[in-house]
């Protein structure tokens, strides 16, 4: 469930991890059809607070 509710903060491959910009992706309950995508990125600064903007935590199960 990425589209829909709010956008995704998101870091991306290639901006260093300190970097105070982010992409937030997925769109919102306010955006234009063209917005609402996993592949479209709006550059955000992370360092801002937005109603529209919120973060999913993702765990990588290591293999044994």
Partial sequence: DVYGNVGEWCHDAGTPFNSNVHQNRGGEY???QRFLNSFTGTPTNSLAAFSTTGFRIVRIKESH
């Fill in 30 to 32: 306010r955006s234009t």
